[in-house]
């Protein structure tokens, strides 16, 4: 399980670098569950699953796709890095090269010309990092397509790098560098930002494109629905350049009980002493509504506190719902306590 771990905070195929030299592959329990599970009739996925050219695979064959909350983030993918965080995975890179010109198996052996080409454009990147004064477009001057055992090698050079998956977030960056290496990148620019000091803050952004399911005249193969209350049908029109048409509902559901939003920031990381406090001041701010039902705060932090059985929010939550704490919408970049009279 660390080996699994390791890989996905690095950025990397947890069955290309684990499963790809398995010699129990064609046995394995969790293979056939995984081929079985893709050949069903009904597939649920992640989204961080379906990004890239994986949505158009998942969804050949199917009738119908349905996409829920904000599908930007799968159509158009987009990670943000630093030079820093870069520079370590560019260390990564070359040590996986290093491993790979040791080996002398030849499907590892295959993997070098496309790490030098990665080098190349990590080269790129590093020396416009270093010279940009504005926002500024960058395309690659070679790219190269991704071996099957890259993923294994890559993994093999982080760890001969000594960088720690645990403490550098690195996933997004490798990310970046393979796509920008294998051309898979709509867009990519360094974005230079000045603060009040006039200091100079410089980021990489790179795009890329998710595919909806197309035949080769690009008509959809599937009925496709996007369930997203974070954008309308002009928007997701233009960004996935086909026609798009809003069948939300008009109206809404009738409440049937009056809803209060109070702008108090409740979420999982909020001690439960200020969860406690928040309640009972709405508690004294309502004096007619005596009871609080649980919420997702308590649901999540309380019940596994050692004093729970004795604390005064236990004893509020097991009376009839009459007041309800949830996390709510957001509001200005901050939840909100819904109470339902």
Aim: with cysteine.
């Amino acid at each position: 399980m660390d080996e699994v771990r390791d890989a996905y905070k690095l950025g990397l195929s947890v069955t290309a670098v684990l499963c790809a030299t398995c010699e129990d592959r064609q046995q394995c329990l969790h293979m056939q569950l995984k081929d079985r599970a893709e050949a069903s009739q009904h597939t649920v996925s992640t989204m961080a699953r379906m990004r890239h050219r994986q949505l158009s695979r998942g969804a050949a064959g199917r009738e119908f796709v349905r996409i829920d909350e904000n599908c930007i983030d799968l159509l158009r993918p987009c990670v943000k890095v630093r030079l820093p965080v870069l520079r370590l995975v560019l260390l990564a890179v070359k040590h996986s090269h290093d491993f790979a010109s040791q080996n002398s198996d030849p499907d590892i052996q295959a993997t070098r010309d496309f790490l030098e080409v990665v080098l190349l454009c990590g080269k790129q990147v590093t020396t416009a990092f270093e010279n940009a004064t504005s926002h500024v477009a960058l395309h690659p001057a070679q790219t190269a397509a991704k071996p099957k055992l890259a993923d294994f090698v890559l993994m093999k050079g982080l760890r001969r790098s000594g960088i720690d998956g645990k403490k550098m977030v690195i996933a997004d960056a490798m990310h970046l560098l393979i796509g920008f290496a294998c051309g898979e990148l709509v867009s990519c620019r360094l974005q230079v930002t000045r603060g009040k000091k006039d200091d100079k803050e410089t980021a990489l952004v790179g795009v890329w494109e998710t595919q909806l399911p197309l035949d080769g005249n690009g008509r959809l193969t599937s009925s496709v629905i996007l369930a997203d209350a974070t954008a309308n049908a002009e928007m997701l029109s233009r960004i996935i350049a086909h026609p798009v048409n809003d069948i939300t509902p008009q109206g809404s559901i009738r409440y049937e009980k009056r809803v209060v939003q109070i702008p108090l920031d409740i979420k999982r990381g909020t001690k439960v002493e200020v969860f406690l406090k928040t309640v009972r001041g709405i508690l004294v701010a309502n004096p007619s509504k005596t009871r609080v039902g649980p919420s997702s705060v308590t649901a999540t932090t309380c019940r596994t506190c050692r004093g729970w059985a004795t604390c005064s929010a236990n004893e509020l939550s097991r009376a009839p719902i009459l007041v309800q704490v949830t996390t709510g919408p957001r509001m200005n970049g901050r939840n909100l306590v819904s109470i339902c009279y």
